[in-house]
């Protein structure tokens, strides 16, 4: 079993900010790739932020420059951390794993349950 576990959503009036975890937990290999993604009030999920084993990363045109993805490889956590936050980055906010399996040889992708991220104007 793998579990994907986000928190640090909220209420936070714009100009503020936040920061999102995510921990990947459970019997597995290595943790890969590993991504922020958000869906709206249109149900339309969307990438926010992505990051390499590496560190690579890559962002969404309107999150350039507010948001920072980082992650943290002993932990198998990932962070979003939001400045700068504006009514339209309300969304819900998911946490992507890639993960190989205790096999090695397996990749597969698990999706965390989402936090909630209201910005009031």
């Known amino acids: 079993q793998v579990q994907v576990v986000e928190s640090g959503g909220g209420l936070v009036q714009a100009g503020g900010s936040l920061r999102l975890s995510c921990v990947v937990s459970g019997s597995i290999f290595s943790v890969n790739a590993l991504g922020w993604y958000r869906e709206g009030p249109e149900n339309k999920r969307e990438l926010v932020a992505g990051?390499?084993?590496?560190?690579?990363?890559n962002y969404a045109d309107s999150v350039k420059g507010r948001f920072t993805i980082s992650r943290d490889n002993t932990r198998n956590t990932v962070y979003l951390q939001m400045n700068n936050l504006a009514p339209e980055d309300t969304a819900v906010y998911y946490c992507s794993a890639d993960v190989t399996d205790t096999s090695g040889k397996t990749w597969y992708n698990y999706w965390g349950q989402g936090t909630q991220v209201t910005v009031s104007s």
């Open positions: 990051i390499t084993t590496r560190g690579i990363t």
